[in-house]
């Protein structure tokens, strides 16, 4: 227990800076093709509304699934207090948006909330076919106007991409590792002794990576007296423009890997974007885009840690959230080395259906597009499909964990449960009903427990 809690205590760290940026994103055995309730306690299945004291009116929702997974009708219960001494007239009612925010659905009641008295109202919300759908709660009252929004899902283990992988995605991918492969890595490791801390060792690494450029991370190792020490690794990848540091826990059976990929922090010394560039950094040309170049230094890191003699090679975890979520599945993907995968809310997944649904990335793309004369969104979208997480989703054969938020703004979660429902591995979910791109300690907690009794570290 105690060896868990050290590694919890990492994780948080970790988490707090390998998100998006712009949102709140994370990084971060059982049974592990059954759906996790994440929300653990009666408790946590009430939205209540927090920001009203006791004095004020005030609404809690309950969700007839913790997961606000159903497999027929979604039934919820929707409660509003009135501890006022006035009677409150007027109405509560919901509403139902496809993910492109598309009304399906509308009923409402007339109500008369007495004084110093709550009412219940339960809504059965008729099945729609497998897939999320996003639905509002209103109350509007004599003093009291108020809408909670939330999202549900129906028989998601049913839904699939309606767009196909390329015919050649497998080739494109042999062909960009043999590439990678003609590349010789050059490892360069120096010890930071002045970063030294909680009983580890910081080094400096760098490496020659896709297309000859120079990408750096940090290493961070426990002390120890026993030279025949191997530690399982955590590479942990990144978020979106997001500059990794060291980490350092205090795992003794760790070791934790920071990786900096091009473009982002101390990698940033050839492609050195603005933020809302990078993403679009030659998107025209699948050949150049630059996340052909970010998956391979993921692959060259699993390089370095093939290096190291200190390092056990059976044992790597790759962890990441948003960015660094598509990162890890794609790693996972294309280099079998990787023994856990662990993703939470990873981006560019099922790309053709993220129009109309979101803003990023496609408003930064669409605003790339009208600069070059010739370019549609469609021929991105085409290039895109060949760094879709989904086409890498159905590649990985390790235990994965995934994660996400029913609210993300970024990446919708039917994008991620095609990518969830691709993958033919061991895999388990962990849903958050009422987060957005992010996770919470559920996953944390699980995490942490999933990878130290899958690598028997006791």
Partial sequence: MKKVIKYLIFLICFITIAGL??????????????????????AENDDSDVDNNANDISTQLFAGDKNAIFDGKAQY?????????????????????????????????????????????TFQIPEYKPGFYKVNFMVNVTDYDDTTRRAFGIKPDNIRSDYAKPGDFDEFWKETKTELAEVRPDFKVTLLPDSAKDNRKVYL????????????????????SNKHKKFAVLLGLPGYQVGLHPMYGTDNDLAIITLN????????????????????????????????????DCVRAVDFIFSRPELDHDKIMVSGGSMGGFLAIATAALDKRVALCSAQNPI???????????????????????TKPGLTLNKVLQNLSYFDTKNFASEVK??????????????????????????????HLIIFRDLGHEVGRVYKNYEGRWMRDTFGLF
């Fill in 77 to 121: 219960t929707y409660v509003v207090k009135n501890p006022t001494n006035k009677n409150q007239v007027g109405t509560v009612s919901y509403q139902v948006l496809t993910e492109t925010g598309a009304k399906l659905n509308h009923e409402s009641f007339s109500v008369n909330i007495s004084r110093k008295s709550s009412g219940s109202y």
């Fill in 261 to 296: 990929v091009r473009g982002q922090g101390n990698s940033r010394d050839v492609i050195h974007t603005l933020r809302d560039e990078y993403i679009f950094y030659h998107i025209e040309d699948k050949n150049r885009y630059v996340m052909r170049g970010v998956i391979m």
């Fill in 348 to 370: 560019l997944s099922d790309v053709f259906n993220l129009q109309g649904e979101v803003n990023w990335p496609l408003d930064d793309i669409n605003r790339y597009i009208k």
């Fill in 205 to 224: 690494f760098e490496m020659k990576s896709f297309g000859g450029l120079t990408i750096r991370g940090y290493l961070t190792e426990p002390n120890t």
């Fill in 398 to 427: 390790c235990p994965t964990l995934i994660g996400m938020g029913l609210l993300d703004p970024i990446i919708p979660p039917n994008n991620v449960y095609v990518d969830y429902n691709n993958v033919t591995a061991k895999k």
């Fill in 21 to 42: 940026g712009r949102v709140r994103a994370q990084v971060i055995p059982p049974d592990l093709m059954r759906r996790d309730t994440a929300n653990q306690k009666d």
